[in-house]
């Protein structure tokens, strides 16, 4: 046996579970337990409407099978959709917050305590299905931008959420999708006014705590007319034997001139070496420019999760807006990932850029699909995409669908992929020149990936870079 | 310095070298030398530890240590470096950073401080001036888009900064031309001392008339059959291999 064939895993991290007594709603899925939910975040009668709305819609889907993953049916009368950590009212500060949840995402490396606080990044941290704290609140109101946990927003800003809410992901659009706006229990909702830069970084890190217990959060971006915002996004969850859905929808929203840039560190819990337990990762997340020379950029970095099913995508209206998709997406042990971008182009000269990297190391499977679709207006559109694959080892595999479909012959594409295998010569070439085999790896995916890598935020690129290197640890002996 | 003895060694069944021996003193030069096929570029890849070849049977120490014993980055770490003959490629990294990891593993290993950048920087400054080389690979990609001729300059770059007590260059005369080979055995010259050993795997005399061994050994069928002076490279090159082999039988 090579070297290379050798794998061990390295336990999960973050896969600790938090002792708190949590408040859930009875597993299963009913327009009662839909009511249920809506009532307890005490919300305007139009959203339970729209939430009963995608419910019954729901009913009449059936789950998608063409991704190219392979997963047991999913009993979807089995999970608890609302689970939230016990407490008498609501926390007005930090103070009041329990401080077994702030010790939660101390421990995670959120610091959410006034003392400890992230220089320069607000963050909302959610932990299962509710919002624990949301940090630089007045700081942010005082430039005029709103963030605030998704059902604090209603509430505060029914009119805004109200106009947004499915405007870019309809509550009919898929079948997770409708699943989420049927059950969808809390989130972020950041909104940038006309001309603002916002000040800071905007964060949400996501926590699954509860057992059985699904996440379906919702986040809704909106930046108008020459706003400017950077939002990152964090995830983790405790190791578990079952496998626990995250159904999330993302939509974001840029007006004239106006920028959103999106960057996901994705590190949920993958399952063992065996392939039990993990999260079943089923997101949608779609951004439009709805604005002339507005631009939407997705950064993702995803190494966790079962199994993976996500496509940022772009919709780009406005003339001359711009959209963006890079991706790096690691496979380890048995985990299996499916994913890729949508970028729409309906504006004259829209331009996009594809790049993603997918790394597949263990028994895992790494696909990347991509739609590219030029519309019968988009006069002038243009598409670069690039593709690059990376095996370490024999088992794995590493697929590439993309789809192209273009109606207008002033369209310019152009598509790269590759793919290469880090090979016992690499790692010894390193070697050879005094590196361990795991610094040699960890190098070698991290020059692979550095295209993607550079469009992070910097203190977030080195946490994807060691990231990295721990999903892989162990994948090359 | 190193010292080779009856040494076999197998890649996947194959029995490559079937008792090699060889003893290589600090400030000396020596050339290995014999037709394709003979073992040359085993010999060099074992030195260094690549996992795919198999050793069989006999011994090598180097500096009073167990080298087989070694793993291939303890070895680089206690001064032995290897010039590919086929460098790889590292995407998205650049020389500069490649370099400084390596001098910093083994810095590590040493007990010394690691190099930050700016150190690091002038260090690499002084071997490129040293070696009267400019900085033009240093934020370049390891060996990407890299022709034959850069890709072997660089391994010698490599050395250079890495400062290695025994130094094997595989083949890196192979794809050179008659300007790049000048190059690179000037860079060689200028890198020996007293203290530190190299072997020279090559194919033809030509490398030779640049770097000057102290000893010429001919390798065929996994032994060497025979050892000389420079002057051994001459004669092989008027008269062929086949003469060392048929004496040698």
């Not at chain 1, 950029?297 to 999760?305: I, Y």
Request: charged share 25%; glycine share 8%; net charge negative.
């Amino acid at each position: 046996m090579t070297s290379i064939e050798t794998h061990v895993t390295q336990p999960y991290k973050y896969g600790w579970t938090t002792d708190i007594e949590s408040e859930t709603v009875p597993a299963g899925l009913s327009e009662d337990i839909i009511r249920l939910i809506s009532a307890k975040k005490g919300e305007p009668e139009w959203l339970l409407e729209w939430r009963l709305k995608a419910y019954r819609h729901w009913v009449t889907m059936t789950e998608p099978t063409w991704a190219n993953v392979k997963y047991p049916p999913i009993d979807y009368q089995a999970i608890h959709y609302y689970a939230a950590p016990r407490r008498d009212k609501a926390a007005k500060s930090l103070d009041e917050v329990d401080p077994k949840l702030l010790e939660t995402f101390e421990k995670l490396g959120i610091p959410i305590s006034e003392q400890k606080r992230l220089a320069g990044v607000a963050v909302d941290a959610v932990f299962d299905s509710v919002s624990v704290a949301t940090t630089f609140k007045e700081t942010l109101k005082e430039a005029g931008v709103i963030f605030l946990p998704f059902s604090e927003a209603v509430r505060e800003h029914p009119d805004l959420v109200r106009r947004y809410l499915g405007s870019v992901v309809p509550y009919n659009d898929n079948y997770f999708a409708a699943l989420n706006s049927a059950v969808f229990t809390d989130g972020s909702f950041a909104y940038v006014p006309k001309g603002v830069r916002c000040p800071m970084e905007l964060s949400t890190y996501f926590r699954i705590n509860a057992m059985a217990t699904g996440q379906f959060e919702r986040t809704l971006i909106v930046a108008e007319e020459g706003a400017y915002v950077s939002y990152l996004e964090g995830c983790s969850a405790p190791m578990r034997d079952e496998n626990q859905l995250h159904a999330a929808v993302v939509e974001l929203v840029a007006l004239d001139d106006a920028q959103i840039k999106y960057s996901t560190v994705q590190n949920w819990y993958p399952g063992d070496e065996e392939g039990k337990g993990g999260i079943y990762n089923f997101v949608t997340k779609r951004g439009k420019c709805a604005g002339v020379n507005s631009k939407i950029s997705w950064t993702q970095v995803e190494t966790g999760s079962a199994i993976t099913w996500k496509y940022p995508g772009c919709i780009l209206q406005g003339d001359n807006s711009i959209g963006e998709f890079y991706s790096v997406a690691v496979t380890n042990n048995r985990q299996q990932a499916d994913t890729g971008t949508k970028m729409i182009h309906i504006g004259k000269n829209t331009r996009s850029t594809i790049v993603s990297k997918g790394i597949s190391a263990g028994k895992s499977q790494n696909t990347y699909r991509g739609q590219v679709k030029i519309m019968k207006g988009a006069a002038g559109a243009r598409n670069y995409s690039q593709c690059d694959s990376m095996l370490i080892g024999d088992q794995c595999g590493a697929h590439t669908f993309p789809y192209i479909d273009v109606r207008n012959s002033t369209a310019i594409m152009e598509h790269e992929a590759s793919t290469s295998k880090i090979g016992e010569d690499q790692i010894f070439y390193c070697q050879q020149r005094g590196l361990s085999a795991e610094d040699a790896v960890s190098m070698i995916v991290n020059g692979f990936c550095k295209e993607v890598f550079k469009e992070l935020p910097m203190e977030f690129a080195v946490e994807a870079q060691n990231l990295l290197g721990i999903s892989l640890e162990g994948s090359v002996g | 310095m190193l010292q080779i003895n009856n040494l076999h060694a197998s890649v996947e069944g194959n029995e490559i070298l079937r008792g090699v021996d060889l003893t290589v003193n600090a400030g000396e030069v020596h050339a290995i030398m014999g037709p394709n096929g003979s073992g040359k570029s085993t010999l060099a890849q074992i030195l260094a530890g690549h996992p795919a070849y198999e050793v069989t049977e006999g011994s090598v120490t180097y500096e009073g240590r167990d080298l087989l014993d070694m793993d291939p980055e303890e070895r680089a770490r206690a001064g032995v470096f290897l010039a590919f003959q086929y460098p790889v490629e590292i995407r998205g990294i650049t020389n500069a950073y490649f370099l400084r990891a390596a001098v910093n593993a083994t810095r590590k290993a040493r007990g010394l401080d690691e190099l930050d950048t700016i150190d690091f920087l002038d260090v690499l400054d002084e071997k490129l001036k040293s070696i009267g080389w400019d900085d033009s690979f240093m934020n370049r990609p390891v060996n990407e888009g890299f022709s034959g001729g850069e890709k072997k300059r660089n391994e010698i770059l490599q050395m250079a900064v890495l400062e290695p007590k025994l130094a094997i260059l595989d083949e890196t005369d192979s794809g050179l031309d008659i300007d790049a080979l000048k190059t690179v055995a000037e860079a060689v010259n200028k890198l020996r001392r007293p203290d530190n050993a190299t072997i020279v795997v090559t194919h033809y005399q030509r490398l030779l008339n640049y770097i000057t061994p102290d000893f010429v050994h001919v390798l065929a069928s996994g032994k060497i059959v025979k050892s000389g002076g420079k002057e051994l490279a001459l004669e092989l090159e008027a008269r062929g291999y086949d003469w060392v082999k048929d004496e040698a039988a």
